[in-house]
């Protein structure tokens, strides 16, 4: 496989399989960035929330 970048830099135009790939690719990150959000920051969050919502009275 030829190197894209080189093509690139030849023709100054994005080809558009590369394009949709790195396009594909920053969808996946940013799917992957949501996921971990989720579960790793707000659902923990609600969770210690809804157990400390008891707490309140001390």
């Known amino acids: 496989m030829d190197n894209p970048f ?3 830099i030849n023709n ?3 080809p ?3 394009r949709k790939k790195v ?3 920053i969808d ?3 799917l992957s960035l949501d996921v971990a ?3 790793v920051i707000k659902y923990p969050e609600t969770i210690t929330n809804i ?3 008891g707490d ?3």
């Open 16 to 18: 558009e399989a590369v």
């Open 23 to 25: 396009m594909k690719d």
């Open 12 to 14: 100054e135009k994005l």
């Open 51 to 53: 157990l400390n919502l």
């Open 37 to 39: 959000d989720l579960f």
């Open 56 to 58: 309140d009275n001390d």
């Open 28 to 30: 996946l990150i940013k």
């Open 6 to 8: 080189k093509t690139i």
